[in-house]
């Protein structure tokens, strides 16, 4: 039986949750690794704009940070605090990713994890983790496919864990996302 606060958190982030995954929510093919108010735009065909695909973006990634969170609670764990620098890091390395077509945690010349995430601002951490992807189309497909692995769910399980900062990069028509989670 879930209490009254907790329980009314979940009821939100759910109903948060599946209002946004349906917004972004397609079918999703890809490939995982561990480690101001708009202007209204017509029914007619738009250009896309740097300012559209940076809101887009942005709402990727609030719904992986949303979608995560779902996860954590239903395993025991709280739920992780949106850090901004941690997302800096993501966003730098996610469009790595894009402009080397490569996934993985440590490009060809990159710096380590630590590394990146202290020259985002991140500093004074203790415990730093990493989830990356490519080729999915939404929030939703991605989180079941980092579930589906279990060095990417033990990430997202981890109750040391305690802020996470999302990045996801369009390139190409392909999307590049990057989790990364810290605690200080």
Not at 97 to 106: E, I, Y
Request: glycine content about 8%; proline content about 3%.
């Amino acid at each position: 039986m879930l209490s009254g606060g907790f329980k009314t958190f979940v009821t939100s982030m759910t109903i948060a949750a599946a209002v946004v995954a349906g917004l972004v929510a397609g079918p999703g093919h890809g490939t995982a690794t561990a480690a101001s108010a708009a202007s209204p735009v017509s029914t007619a065909s738009a250009p896309t704009t740097a300012r559209t695909i940076a809101v887009v973006d942005a709402l990727l990634e609030t719904t992986v940070l949303t979608l995560t969170n779902l996860r954590r609670v239903v395993a025991g764990c709280a739920p992780l605090r949106f850090n901004r620098e941690l997302r800096t890091a993501a966003r730098r390395h996610s469009a790595r990713m894009a402009n080397n077509a490569t996934m993985s945690h440590r490009l060809a010349g990159e710096p380590t994890l630590g590394t990146r995430i202290t020259r985002a601002g991140y500093t004074d951490w203790r415990l730093v983790a990493e989830n990356v992807a490519a080729g999915f189309d939404s929030a939703r497909w991605v989180l079941r496919a980092w579930w589906l692995s279990p060095a990417h769910r033990r990430n997202i399980k981890n109750c040391r864990l305690r802020e996470l900062g999302v990045g996801v990069v369009l390139k190409d028509g392909q999307l590049w996302w990057t989790q990364n989670f810290g605690r200080r």
